[in-house]
């Protein structure tokens, strides 16, 4: 499995598993460890999460399939996310969804999800969502206490722009590894409003979340063209299937992006590891975009 550096001391596996959906899965603990054993045979060894998945369950779901065999922990990198804060029975009295990145939250979040996960530090924290209310100052705080304490090695954003990117940026003393973005042939936004541009300009390799669409590409008729190109595609290049050509698609671009799949089924999370094998052309990169954009370039 290929690798890309965010830093001297930190790596992630090309292709990055999701764990969105963990608590969809129905798989006992012991389901769950098998399934990520044959994710790292597999050479994924980079794991997303974030505190709010499936209702504050799927990090907890996690490190309880984690305890039955913690010596795979060093075998892994894993990514959490906080920042987000939901009404439910894990805020009571709260009444509606909202960003906190305050420093004492992002603290307290952290610190919960390694007991979550049943492990000593987290690799990189990502704040979820840009915060309209953000401080950069207390985040930067907050980042660097965490770092100090060895619980948290890197750190990165998810979903932000280029401006709230460089403001959280321009207060901390060492260097956000990475952004966390809806890349897709169907999500085309942040190719164009200089999020990928800026990851690419300051080296940050980046993380695409649900480069199929949440599975719409497979079901929604408005991406029905964009399948006929990527099942030609696919022929061509006799790959397990067009899921396989998104994501190549997503790997051909020079920013080092990595997509994360976020399928309970191995033989899904294989047709992400097979798609380091197929390398698309300039031209079937552009015909792919044609397709999803439904006209040529000007």
């Not at 307290?108 to 209310?133: C, F, G, N, V, Y």
């Not at 590409?217 to 990527?230: G, T, V």
Request: net charge negative; proline share 5%; charged share 25%.
């Amino acid at each position: 499995m290929q690798r890309i550096a965010l830093t001297e001391e930190l790596s992630f596996s090309r292709v990055v598993h999701g764990m969105w959906r963990l608590a969809d899965w129905d798989m006992t603990p012991q389901e769950r460890l098998t399934f990520i054993e044959q994710c790292l045979e597999l050479g994924i060894t980079t794991f997303d999460h974030a505190d709010i998945y499936g209702g504050y369950t799927c990090e907890g779901l996690f490190g309880e399939a984690l305890k039955l065999k913690p010596e795979l922990r060093d075998q892994m990198e894993i990514v959490t996310k906080t920042g987000i804060k939901l009404t439910g029975s894990f805020n009571p009295g709260q009444t509606l969804n909202y960003y906190d990145t305050t420093k004492e939250h992002i603290i307290a979040q952290a610190e919960r999800s390694l007991k979550e996960l049943a492990i000593d530090h987290i690799d990189t924290l990502l704040i979820h969502r840009p915060d309209p209310l953000m401080n950069p100052d207390d985040v930067a705080e907050a980042f660097i206490t965490l770092r100090d304490s060895g619980k948290v090695r890197e750190f990165g954003v998810s979903n932000h722009v280029p401006s709230t990117q460089n403001l959280l940026q321009s207060r901390l003393p060492f260097q956000l590894v990475t952004n966390q973005l809806e890349l897709s042939p169907m999500q085309l936004k942040h190719f164009e409003d200089g999020a990928v541009d800026l990851c690419h300009e300051k080296r940050m390799p980046l993380m695409a979340w649900s480069p199929l669409a949440g599975g719409q590409l497979f079901k929604d008729d408005q991406y029905a063209p964009l399948r006929e190109k990527l099942e030609e595609i696919r022929a061509r290049h006799n790959a397990s299937g067009i899921d396989s050509i998104v994501y190549a698609w997503l790997i051909k671009h020079p920013a080092n992006i990595m997509p994360i799949i976020g399928s309970g089924k191995i033989e899904r999370v294989q047709t992400g590891v097979d798609a380091l094998q197929i390398d698309l052309t300039r031209e079937e990169w552009f015909e792919i975009l044609k397709a999803a954009r439904g006209r040529d370039v000007d």
